[in-house]
C-alpha cells in the first residue's frame, strides 16, 4: 500500500467549471418550476394560475348577442306582479308551455329544483313535457365528502348510458321528485367550486350509485338534437369559458313571457334557461366575472359552450402544456445566456421582458387550452430572478474585481469594460494573440539626469513616462511594464484588435510628439533636448498572467516582443525616433513606410528588414525613397 504521501491528488475544480456546474443546476430547478406546475396544476393554483386566468376571462369576455339562447327570468318584477316564490307548478307549466307553444323555442331547461310535489296539476303537466316534450328539469348532486349525513332529497332521474361509466363521483343529491324525475329529462345543476369560492369548472357527467347523469346543459342539447349524444372531451369535468357577459345573452322577464309581451316569431328556435336572478332565491354564485353573479348566467355560458362543440365553433386545441414548457426552456436558455454579457438591471429586465411575451402568448393560448398552468414560465422567471441573477452579479463582481486589480494600471478603460461585458471565462489565463509590440526609451537618459538633483530627475523620469504612457493608453494598448526610463507595451491583447499593428504606430506617432513638446519646453528652460527611440514589431505572442503567488503581472512572450527590443537598440544607429519591422508593415493598413535596409539584430542569425514611418502626406518628404509597401 502506498505511503500516504504519495497517493495522487484530485486536481481541485476550475472555476469555469464549477460556475458552469452551478448554472446548470439552477437552469434545471428553472425549467422544473414550471414542469412541475403543468405535471400538478391542481398543486400549484396558488401561484397565481387561476388569478390569472381570471384576469384574461374578464378581459377577453364579449358583449356580442348570443342569438342561440333565451334567459327567462323569474326576477322581483315577476314576483311582485304575480306573487311571492315558490309558484303554484301549474304557472311554471304555463310559464314552459308558452314557450313552446306560442313562441316556438326548441327545448326549455328549468334551473330550479322540484324535490316536493305541490298542486297535481301542475306536476302532471311538467312530468308530460319532459316525459315527451323538449322540456329538461333540474337536479343537484352533492360532490362534499365528509358529511355527517348525505343530502338524499327527492328521486334522482335522468340517467344516461351514451358515455359509459364515466362521471364525477357524487355524495347525495337534491332531486325532483319521484312523480316528475321517473321517467323525463333531467339534469345535473350542482357543482364544486374551487377553493376560493369561485365557479369556474362544472361536471359535465356525474356518477352516483353506479349510475351516469349528464348536466343540465348537455340534457338539453341531446333532447333537442334528437337524443344524438353530444362528443364530450375526455375530462368529465370542464373549464366554463365565460366568453359571454350577462349582458349579451337576451333576457325577457318571467312575466313579460306570460303576457305575451314579445312577437310570436321573437325566439323562434332558441334554447331557454328558466331560473332567478333574484337575490331573494339565493341563486348567486361566485364567478371569474364578479363575485355575486346569477346562476342563470352560468348555465347559459354552460350551454353556449356546448353548442359551439356541437357546431364544431370551439377554439382549436393548441398543446398549451408543451408550449409553456418549450418556452421556459427557451427563455432559461436566453438568460443564461444574456446575463453574463448583461448588468443585474438589465438582466431583470430581460427576465421581464419574457414575462411580458408570456403573459402576451398565454393570452391567446388560454382560450384553445383550459387546463394548462399560465403561470408555469413566469415560475421559471422567478427561479432565475431570485438565483440566476444574484449568482451571475456575483460572478461578474468577482470576475470585475480580479480583471480591475490586474489591468487597471496596464490598460485602457474601454478595454476592461469590454472585458467585462465578454463572457470569456478567464481573460487573464495565458493565450496565444496577433499583437503588436511597442518598445520606448530615452536616448541618454544617464547624462540627462547625472547634473540634476533627485527631485528634478524624478520629475523628468515622470514626465517623460506620461508622455509614452498616454498615446499607449489612449490608443487600446495594453501596458506591460515601466524599465526605468522606458516602457514595454503590446496591442492587440487580452482584447483582441483587428488593426492592432495601425493603432501601435498610431501611438508611436503620438509619443514622438508629446516627447518633442516636452523636449522643447526644456530646452527653453537650459536644459539640453530630449530623444525617444522607439522599436514595434508583430507577430505571434503568448500573453497572459504569468504571475505567481508573490506577485501578479500581465506580460506578452514571444519572438515579435524580442525582436522590438532589438529595434528600439537599433533607433541609436539612425536618425529615425520609430524603427519598424516588417511583421508591422504587413498588417499596417493606414501607415506609410520607409525602407531602411537590412540589419543582423543581436541574436539573430538572418538579416532583419527595417523600416520607420513616412511622413504624412500634407508634410514636406525629407527622403524621395518613400514608398508604399504592400
Known sequence: MPHLSERPVKPPRSPLLRAGLVRAAIAALAVCATLAGEALPGHFSYFGNEWLRDIFLQLQKSDAPEQRILIVDIDEISTDRLGPWP??????????????????????????????P????GDRRLAMLSEHGPLVLAQAFDFQAGRPQALLDGQPGGTTTRYGNRGVPATGYIATH??????????????????????????LLTRFDGRTYPALGVALVECCSGGAPLVLPPADVARIPYRRDWSAYTVATAAEILDGAYAADAFRDRLVVIGSSSLGQGDRVATPLGSSRPGLGVQADILSMLLDWQAGKAPSPWPGTLIACLFALASTGVALLGFPRLSAIASVGLLGTMALLWLGIAWFLSVHDPDFVTTGPLATHLVLLALAVPYQWQLAQQRSRHLLNTLRQYVAPEVVAELLRRDDGDPLKPQRFDVTTLIADMQGYTSQVETLTVEDAARLTRDFLECLTG????????????????????????????????MALDAAADIVRRVEELSRA????????????????????????????????????????????????????????????????????????????????RGKEKPTALYTLAAPKDAPLNNPSHSRLP
Open 87 to 116: 309558484w303554484p307548478r301549474t304557472r311554471i307549466a304555463d310559464l314552459v308551455e308558452t314557450l313552446l307553444g306560442h313562441y316556438g323555442v326548441r327545448g326549455v331547461a328549468l334551473d330550479i329544483v322540484l324535490p316536493d
Open 522 to 601: 526644456r530646452v527653453a528652460g537650459g536644459h539640453p533636448p530630449l530623444r525617444v527611440r522607439i522599436g514595434i514589431e508583430s507577430g505571434i505572442a503568448l500573453a497572459g498572467d504569468f504571475g505567481t503567488v508573490f506577485r501578479s503581472i500581465y506580460t506578452a512572450v514571444g519572438d515579435s516582443v524580442n525582436t522590438a527590443a532589438r529595434l528600439e537598440q537599433a533607433a541609436r544607429e539612425f536618425p529615425h525616433d520609430i524603427i519598424i519591422g516588417a511583421g508591422v508593415v504587413q498588417r499596417a493598413q493606414r501607415h506609410d513606410f520607409v525602407p531602411l535596409g537590412e540589419r543582423i539584430l
Open 471 to 502: 498615446p499607449v493608453i489612449a490608443h487600446r494598448g495594453t501596458l506591460d511594464k515601466y524599465t526605468g526610463d522606458g516602457l514595454v507595451a503590446f496591442f492587440g491583447a487580452p482584447l483582441p484588435l483587428e488593426h492592432h499593428a495601425d
Open 118 to 121: 305541490r298542486d297535481a296539476d
Open 178 to 203: 319521484a312523480a316528475l324525475s321517473r321517467s323525463g329529462k333531467v339534469g345535473n345543476i350542482g357543482f364544486v367550486p374551487d377553493a376560493d369560492g369561485v365557479l369556474r369548472r362544472i361536471p
